[in-house]
């Protein structure tokens, strides 16, 4: 296979700033004692600097997190969520804001969405970090915060992985194959 080209998306200095703007947005409109809920794997770089960007705010969110799979190894979702670890935290009546790096078909989303409304959270707000232009979306799961409009590629970086690469870097790439 050729080696894989990575055009810069977003620059760390874009991210940094906003992350900023986003944590002041959701600062107002959250309740001061909601849960974060980050989705594992891909939002760990993201859900640990919106956390700092938060408390910037004066927010202080208990956090926890959940493990859902849809990709295995592939740039295609398999179209089926499973759920490889639940939150530990009890969200029974309690606003809970659920972070995740990339809204796509939407599957996964609405996966914690409703896993988090059946276990009794009074409202589940999604939060991510790049909303990609797709015509796979699936109407019913549409997201609360959004960091940036995300072109239909796939991008990987802050977080992000490919078969288990390029997490580490700073910035948001597309992976051209
Ligand atoms: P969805 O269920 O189709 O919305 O897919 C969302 C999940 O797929 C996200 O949580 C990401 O982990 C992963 N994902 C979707 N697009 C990309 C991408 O371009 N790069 C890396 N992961 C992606
Ligand atoms: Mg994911």
Do not use: W
């Not at 927010?59 to 530990?88: E, H, K, N, Q, W």
């Amino acid at each position: 296979m050729p080696e894989a080209e990575l055009r810069p998306l977003y620059s760390t200095a874009e991210i940094a700033d906003r992350l900023h703007q986003m944590a002041g947005n959701i600062a107002g409109e959250m309740s001061p004692g909601f849960v974060m809920v980050a989705i594992l794997t891909g939002s760990f770089v993201f859900a640990a600097d919106l956390i700092r960007a938060l408390a910037a705010e004066g927010c202080d969110p208990a956090v926890d997190f959940m493990i859902l799979s849809s990709y295995a190894g592939s740039t295609r979702s398999s179209g089926t969520v499973t759920l490889l670890r639940d939150a530990a935290l009890d969200v029974r009546g309690r606003d809970v804001l659920v972070v995740d790096d990339i809204l796509d078909s939407g599957r996964t989303l609405a996966f914690a969405q409703d896993h988090l409304r059946a276990r009794g959270a009074s409202s589940v707000r999604i939060c991510v970090l790049l909303d990609k232009a797709t015509a796979a979306r699936e109407d019913h799961c549409h997201a609360d915060f959004v960091g940036f409009r995300c072109p239909d590629a796939f991008v990987v970086g802050y977080g992000m992985d490919h078969d288990h690469k390029f997490r580490g870097l700073p910035h948001i790439a597309v992976l051209c194959q």
